[in-house]
């Protein structure tokens, strides 16, 4: 491979989640997260969830050394002064741990917004956050958003930049986080495949930049692996909806993307996700026991990422899945890592 070189620190594990319990549960997940020894939170920005950045601030007072992500914003729901704010506040408080990422939004044809400059509106959103970070007031001209020459941040940034995260699963975009992130994920993607294909967009694009490969997709380990199984169906399907159609390396039958999208639509969650056979579930979730959920993340570091995150619910409830990940999976990825 060549115009991009692996990640120097492959091997990463972390937890990712939705925002929407109470800041005491927040609490005890990053407690139990960093004792485990994960390397990181990740909290969505989705669509009606809580603000991600909130949430992590409300982590990093309960740790000390995992790192916090907001994984990730959209240009279309936060305005780029606005994260700028909010990823600032969170670096301060976290001393340093935070990174964040960009993407187009899910289901914001729900809000009415046409998202059809969305990479100008990412490009944007970088672009002018860099520059609040490290003081530049020298104005910048978009074609969505602009600062206005001389604005600055009313106050010192704990670090000058922010490690960045670009999520797509297109050739157009991870072009272009080659030239500027850190890391590039591919939301809702258990697939080792997406590893390689994301490497060699990355590489298409002719930098020399190092940027790491992540992939995060909703969990559910249980010692009943056909429970597991069930319940992770129903978490996936709405994530599955959205992604399974980008996914180049893997071929859904339409057929099959139309009657999830028809079931979700009368709010069938559970009916959704049964019509999804399992080699084609396995691409888009880890499901199954400890060692079932080890090996298939085995499967994506093996591969080359940097990154693999378990997503909520983690179990058959989140408590006890957290439980399962802290205790049973990570170990074992560690000891396979060895």
Sequence with gaps: MTGMRAATTPGQVGIGLAGKVTAADYTEIAE?????GFDAITVFGDLMFQPPAMVLATMAAATSRIR????????????????????AYLDMASRGRAFYGLVRGAWLDQLGIDQHRSIAAITDTAEIV??????????YAGRVYSLGEGLRLEYEPYRPRVPLLIGTWSAKLAGYAATVA??????????????????????????????????NAVAVV??????????????????????ASLDATVEVDPDLLRGVKARLAVGDHAGAGLLIPDDILRRFAFWGTADDVANHAMEILEAGALRVEFDTPFGLSTPDG???????VLPRIRSMQG
């Design 68 to 87: 916090l992500g907001v994984a990730a914003y959209s240009p279309w729901t936060h305005h780029p002064v606005e994260i700028a704010g909010q990823v």
């Design 130 to 139: 860099t520059r609040l970070l490290a003081g530049d007031a020298s104005g």
């Design 322 to 328: 957290l439980r399962r990940l802290a205790h049973d």
């Design 222 to 243: 249980d010692d009943d692996a056909k429970a597991a199984a069930r319940a992770v169906r129903s978490a996936c399907a709405p994530y599955f909806d959205v992604v």
């Design 182 to 215: 850190d890391e590039i994920q591919a939301g809702g993607s258990a697939n080792p495949a997406m590893v390689g294909r994301l490497r060699g967009l990355l590489s298409d694009a002719g930098t020399q930049r190092e940027v790491g490969v992540c992939l």
């Design 32 to 36: 139990v997260a960093e004792a485990a």
